[in-house]
């Protein structure tokens, strides 16, 4: 749920049901794709972008009801007519990974979420669709958790993101604390950057919360898969918690042994 951290999270695996896995893929690819679009190689930013609207070219194809001779939105145009997917989140998404490549800072943790609310909400409001969810506060706790997963990944990411000129700390936080980017670019965790990264461990945790209620509410795999997803999103902040924000020398990730200790919580909806 949510693009750019699909190591940590079991998004689309073996676990879903099978009426609905094709189409997970489907969703994926186009995710995948577009955001490398945006953020891998060597392209300029004009470059990029101009791919990125070839990409918007074949949403409209497809909400016109053409099928586009891409196989990948070939792919994707079956999938949504076969399960009547509402075309905007996809059009969300291609608006994050517009502004991955015109955006680099964020003033806010309003402004984040706002990003977020693009680049992560359209997969899990889309997933719900496929599952046949439309209550409100589902998808309001959706939101919640693909907003966290975002800001996990953007804790995480601090310096992979740094080298592509991109920071995804709010600029408020880092002035409140004293730390310029300069100190990101040394990856000095010095003076108050685990009190900082603390705060925003917080908030992260703060969103995935109001979320988690959504996963023991949803039956079958797809309940079981949402448990994964939470559990792993708590599990990278506890990790990150554990080391005070030092996600330079020593980047957080899932091993075997939480991998066990989810799934056998996951398996007891606790």
Known sequence: ????????????SILLPRRIRRAV??????????????????????????????????????????????ALYAELAREIRRHALPMQPFHDLLDAFVQD????????FGDLVSYCRKSANP????????????????????????????????????APDWKKGR?????DALRRYRIDEAQIGRADT??????????QI??????????AP???????????????????GERILYKIHQVDGDVFRQRPVLDSRDWAYMVWRALRKK
């Open 1 to 12: 749920m949510g693009v750019g951290h699909y190591e940590n999270f079991p998004v689309g």
């Open 25 to 70: 893929h489907a969703i994926y690819r186009f995710a995948r794709s577009a955001d490398d679009i945006a953020d891998e190689g060597d392209a300029s930013a004009d470059e990029r972008l101009a791919a990125l609207a070839v990409c918007r070219a074949r949403l409209h194809e497809i909400e016109a009801g053409k099928t586009p001779d891409d």
């Open 101 to 108: 490549v015109t955006v680099t800072r964020y003033e806010t």
């Open 123 to 158: 997969v899990g409001r889309l997933m719900l669709q496929l599952m046949g969810e439309h209550d409100a506060r589902r998808v309001a706790m959706s939101d919640g958790i693909c907003t966290a997963l975002q800001l996990i990944n953007f804790l995480q990411d601090v």
């Open 167 to 171: 920071v995804y700390l709010p600029q």
């Open 190 to 199: 010095g003076g108050l950057w685990g009190a900082m990264m603390r705060d």
């Open 202 to 211: 917080q908030r992260a945790r703060g969103m995935l919360a109001a979320g």
């Open 214 to 232: 959504l996963a023991q509410q949803m039956k079958g795999r797809f309940g079981f898969e949402l448990r994964m997803i939470v559990m792993g």
